[in-house]
């Protein structure tokens, strides 16, 4: 052998071509050998004919024999497919037991799920009422999102969450997206504040300063740009946070002005010191949206699940 050449094993060789044999070639050969007809064996595995042939004749070049061969109207099993078929038969039962068994019990196990904190306040809730409801025993694992849109896209791409609630409906070609219901958004103060009571107008941006939340989704961000082009410098900023919590926090204990989903107020303006503001600023309204991988095996879970978040998202 000439230096800096590799010689591949018989072994591996053998394991590489396995590697690449297509096991729903064995459901064929199972369907072919019970029902004795292509034909037969095209309406059981709900496929056509021509595919079933097709099939068969990758079997026959894999394993170097016709495995069937024709008698009168119906196959008849080599000696080769018949020790092949009472060699895998129980194998491959098995194997689609225990997929399917995974598909039925996974959703009842676990669900993951990623959002901000403060929807979590009210998307959590919703879910643990469905899961009553529908007798469904399920630990629910929620991660934090930090409301940049690479994380709730990279989460979905690669199967680390089971759904993913935010603003965007548009995270990747294999993601799908529900819209689930709308928030409005509000100016907020400390109830103490020395300069705004009731109102925060358009004159008020020059003097005022502002804390907001830190993401790359959220359509406050246009009407945040649009305040900010106001100010004349970034001292303007009090606080940049991808946390609502954090800005509650810090509302109530400076003379801040922020934007924030009006329920988020309803929910703790008795727990924080903070007050709404009208204001003649016109802001937008927020979409939120459920979306989940495509390749997700709990896809008509997650419709019915959509239709409950739907139906009570804008009751919280």
């Known amino acids: 052998m000439r230096s800096g050449m590799s010689e591949t094993r018989p072994e591996h060789a053998e394991s590489l071509k396995i590697r690449k044999f297509d096991l729903n070639l064995l459901m064929v050969l199972d369907a072919v050998y019970t029902t004795g007809s292509v034909k037969n064996a095209a309406t059981l595995l709900h496929t ?13 070049d894999y394993f170097g024999d016709p495995l069937f061969l024709r008698d009168g109207q119906k196959l008849r099993a080599t000696t080769i497919a018949t020790k092949l078929h009472l060699k895998v038969k129980d194998s491959l039962e098995a194997l689609i037991s225990n997929i399917e068994d995974f598909e039925e019990a996974e959703y009842y196990n676990q669900l993951v799920i990623q959002c901000p904190i ?52 548009s995270l990747g070609m294999s993601t799908k997206s529900f819209l689930i219901g709308e928030e409005d958004l509000v100016f907020i103060c400390r109830k103490n504040h020395p300069r705004l009571e009731t109102t ?37 900023f009090t606080l940049r946070s991808p946390s609502f919590m954090s800005i509650l926090s810090h509302i109530e204990s ?27 600023i016109e802001l937008p309204t927020v979409e939120i949206a459920m979306s989940y991988n495509k390749t997700n095996l709990n896809k008509k879970m997650n419709t019915r699940l959509f239709d409950y978040l739907s139906e009570n998202f804008s009751k919280k």
């Not at 959220?218 to 740009?225: G, K, M, N």
């Not at 400076?254 to 309803?266: E, G, K």
């Open 48 to 60: 056509s004919s021509p595919s079933i042939s097709q099939s068969l004749q990758k079997l026959k």
């Open 118 to 169: 403060y929807l979590s306040i009210k998307i959590i809730p919703i879910i643990s009422e469905f899961f009553e409801n529908e007798n469904i025993t399920c630990e629910i694992v929620h991660r934090v999102s930090d409301n940049m849109v690479d994380s709730f896209s990279d989460s979905l791409s690669l199967r680390q969450v089971d759904l993913v609630f935010g603003v965007n409906k």
């Open 200 to 236: 925060f107008r358009e004159k008020d941006v020059e003097t005022e300063m502002f804390c907001y939340i830190h993401t790359d989704e959220l359509p406050a961000v246009i009407t945040r740009q649009r305040v900010e082009n106001k100010l004349l410098a970034d001292r303007n």
């Open 254 to 280: 400076t003379n801040s002005v922020a934007i924030v989903p009006r329920w988020l107020l309803n929910r703790f303006k008795d727990a924080f010191n903070i007050k709404a503001l009208e204001s003649d």
